[in-house]
């Protein structure tokens, strides 16, 4: 199956750890979620803008470890 190069956002919860919906908008409140996209009447995560998001998530995932252990 081709992975997707845009995900709806059910999609994109679904595939990233089975996020809730509420906790994926909580996470867009805080300047915390991927970037969207409109097309037409739809908001789309692109491929790319979810590979920035686990990037960004491990390095304050590891920025965290690192004050913690300090």
Not at 37 to 42: A, D, I, L, S
Not at 50 to 59: F, I, Y
Request: proline fraction near 4%; aromatic fraction near 8%; glycine fraction near 6%.
């Amino acid at each position: 199956m081709p992975k997707p190069s845009a995900f709806s956002i059910e999609q994109f919860c679904e595939s990233h750890g089975n996020i809730s919906r509420a906790y994926f908008y909580k996470l867009l409140a805080a300047g915390q979620g991927p970037r969207l996209m409109k097309v037409g009447r739809r908001v789309l995560i692109s491929e790319e803008a979810a590979a920035d998001w686990r990037r960004e998530m491990e390095a304050r995932t590891a920025q965290q470890k690192q004050l913690e252990t300090a």
